[in-house]
Structure formats: C-alpha cells, structure tokens
C-alpha cells in the first residue's frame, strides 16, 4: 500500500487535515498500516488533489492558523475500492530491540535486562492502547485488526518471558571485563 492510499483510506471515513492523517498514521489507529512521513504526505495529497480524488478547503480558526481540511471524492472512493483489488506488499518490520538483542554478547547482564524490561513495559503499553480502541461503535473489521494486534503482541510478550534466560546467558558476566574497540 503506498502513502497515497493510506491517505485515501483515512479521508474514506472523515475529511482530515494532513497534520491529522501523519498524527493517525504515525501514533492513531493507522499507525500499524504503513510509515508515512510529512515529506511523504503532503506531495501525495497535492497529486491525489490534483488528479481530482480529493478536495481541501481553507478553515480559519480563531487565534490559531488557517487550516488547510482535505475530503475525498467520489473518484477518490472508487479509487481506494479498487486499490484494495491490488495485490498486497510484504508486511515491513523493523526491530531496534532485535538489533540490540543480536549483539548481546557484547553487553553486561545489567543493561540486556533492562532493556528487557523496557521492551515488556513497550510492549504492555502497546497492549493497553489497543485494548483502549475497542469500543461496541466499531467495525466488526476493526475489532477484528485489533484482535490481530493484541495476538501479535501477546504471542512477542510470551517469547521474550519464555526465552530471555537465552539472551541473559549470551550477555557479558558481570566480572568480566567489557570489550570496545575504536
């Protein structure tokens, strides 16, 4: 899915401006979609409004910048209907925790355990918050993302609390002097 259709996906529920469709992509309920940045954004929006499946308009607000809203069209629904024929893209992940756990044998015990810890905590936290969007107002659908979610990461949680003795066992003994080269 590239940037233009994840930004038709969202205006296909409400008319948004561009902050709002990063804010939702990036920490909303379209944050487990795809990556989308300002510099991605905007140029895809101002192609998608120049091709005529969506529309801005200017609103003033007082004591606060005009704000530029952006509303999908016709053309643009039926565009996004059809994008979801396409074949999908593999799923990208991307791990920092799993680049520090594969370099663990060069790190003490202390700091492999703490961000362990960190990763759970990480990770409890993202359970809350999808737990936090499943309201009886939702989309069978959306309950269903969710769900899927929720799995992924209690299945993550489960893995790290039945294997972190391994990555504690491949750590550097507290007594024994930590390598660096420059």
């Known amino acids: 899915m590239n940037i233009q259709t994840l930004c038709l996906s969202i205006l296909y529920d409400k008319d948004v401006t561009g902050y709002e469709i990063r804010k939702l992509s990036t920490t909303g309920n379209y944050a487990y979609f795809v990556e989308a940045s300002f510099g991605s954004i905007y140029p895809a929006l101002n192609k998608l409004e120049k091709n005529g499946f969506v529309t ?15 509303s999908i069209t016709d053309e643009g629904r039926s565009k996004f209907h059809n994008s979801l024929f396409d074949e999908l893209g593999e799923d990208i992940f991307r791990s920092e925790f799993l680049l520090f756990a594969r370099f663990v044998s060069l790190l003490p015990v202390a700091l492999v355990k703490q961000r362990i810890n960190e990763r759970l905590t ?5 359970q809350a918050s999808l737990k936090s969007m499943i309201t009886p107002k939702l989309q069978e659908s959306d309950i269903w993302v969710l769900n899927y979610g929720l799995n992924v990461i209690k299945i993550e949680i489960e893995y790290i609390n039945n294997h972190m003795h391994q990555l504690l066992a491949l750590a550097v003994q ?3 002097p930590v390598k660096t080269t420059n």
Do not use: F, V
């Open 56 to 70: 801005s308009r200017l609103e003033a607000h007082a004591g606060s910048p005009t704000k530029k809203i952006y």
């Open 122 to 126: 990480s990770l409890e936290g993202k």
């Open 174 to 176: 507290e007594n024994t």
